[in-house]
């Protein structure tokens, strides 16, 4: 256990070090290239900032990752394997990347976007890794494969585009996803899959240097950075592998979990919480659903007058909150009720901040009716 400890902690370092030195070098070739993300009206920043963080996040996380198992392998003299899993993951990774890259130095239109991350998403039911059990959400326990092999498309594509959608002010994304990977480390470790637990930690380590460029770096001196949707299509691709790999009831790999399904979406409330709200505001309001539009939670949060820092943390507190009702109300009651609760309070909260707007707008109304 202690050899494992050391080598996650050692993934850890040697990514976030990679990061510090990758990420100034991404800033200077931005300035070299003049490649910004130029500020709209639907942007929250109102300068012109490098948006090619996310580059850094892959090769850090595997170099990392191939270190520090190269380490366990010569300390514990295991045997390196690959199954088909870990190549189908890398295969759909690296297209999500690569779209992602290209999307950030030219443009692609959403649809072709989408369509990249469902082929993508197809790599991981061919490889026989699916959501295969319900755990008796809604009465649903073992589904087939004709079943799963959808659902799981759908997961990985609705969770990829959650992470790349609440990207919209500095820390946000990247807070939201180091919860989530911590959360999904300690459910692996716990149950002693410790090559996700240091691949993992490989991708923790990089965005804690892109955490420091991207909220305290300097406009003026070139050391602020988005990650881009090479950041945000990639983190959330990871994500969604991961719900499903967590999620999966397979005993060769983990014992039986009960509560397999529901500890994997609690991790993920927020933001998928919030991408499902905007397409239905969008489907309600007969607007495109790849459109874009300022209806997001922290949109909502800064009109209440809460600056980009203030909102990340409130909203970094919220995720915190969820995870901490859904376990503790875990041995209350099913799981249907506790997605029912979750759905009661996000929508409370939302109506907690409509109330807050509304007000604010009487008030400016008032003041230019009498100023």
């Not at 300035?31 to 920043?45: A, F, G, M, V």
């Not at 443009?107 to 699916?130: D, E, H, R, T």
């Not at 800064?302 to 875990?330: C, D, E, K, P, V």
């Amino acid at each position: 256990m202690t050899l494992y400890i050391y080598i996650t902690v050692s993934a850890f370092i040697i990514s976030a070090l990679c990061g510090f030195v990758f990420i100034p070098i991404i800033l200077n070739f931005c300035k070299e290239k003049r490649l910004y993300d130029i500020p709209n009206y639907r942007k929250s920043h109102k300068n012109a900032i490098p948006r090619l963080g996310g580059i850094s996040f892959i090769p850090s996380m595997l170099v990392a990752f191939i270190i520090a198992l190269s380490l366990l392998c010569y300390n514990s003299n295991h045997n390196l394997t690959i199954n088909l899993w870990s190549l189908y993951f890398l295969v759909g990774i690296l297209l999500i990347y690569g779209i992602g890259i290209i999307d950030d130095l030219i443009g692609l239109p959403a649809m072709l976007k989408f369509i990249v991350q469902i082929i993508a998403a197809c790599f991981m039911p061919l490889s026989g890794l699916y959501i295969n059990n319900m755990y008796g959400f809604c009465g649903i326990w073992e589904i087939p494969l004709y079943i799963g092999y959808p659902i799981t498309v759908l997961i990985i594509v609705f969770i990829t585009n959650s992470i790349n959608l609440i990207d919209g002010i500095d820390g946000l994304a990247g807070g939201i996803v180091i919860i989530a990977l911590t959360g999904f480390g300690y459910l692996f470790a716990l149950q002693g899959v410790w090559a996700y637990v240091i691949l993992i930690s490989g991708l923790i380590g990089v965005l804690v240097p892109y955490q420091y460029f991207n909220i305290l770096g300097k406009v003026e001196n070139n050391r602020k950075i988005f990650m881009g949707d090479s950041g945000s299509l990639t983190l959330g691709f990871i994500l969604g592998f991961l719900f499903v790999k967590y999620s999966m009831n397979n005993p060769y790999v983990m014992p039986y979990r009960k509560d397999g399904l529901l500890l994997a979406y609690t991790l993920l409330v927020v933001p998928t919480f919030d991408v499902a709200r905007v397409i239905l505001i969008r489907l309600r309001n007969k607007k495109p659903i790849f459109g874009a539009d300022k209806n997001h939670i922290h949109h909502k949060l800064m009109r209440t007058g809460m600056n980009q820092h203030q909102t990340t943390i409130s909203i970094l507190a919220i995720s915190i909150l969820f995870i901490i009702i859904n376990t503790a109300l875990y041995h209350l009651c099913y799981t249907k009720f506790i997605v029912l609760i979750d759905i009661i309070i996000y929508t409370g909260l939302h109506w907690v901040v409509d109330l807050i707007l509304k007000k604010k707008m009487k008030s400016s109304d008032a003041l230019k009716h009498y100023g």
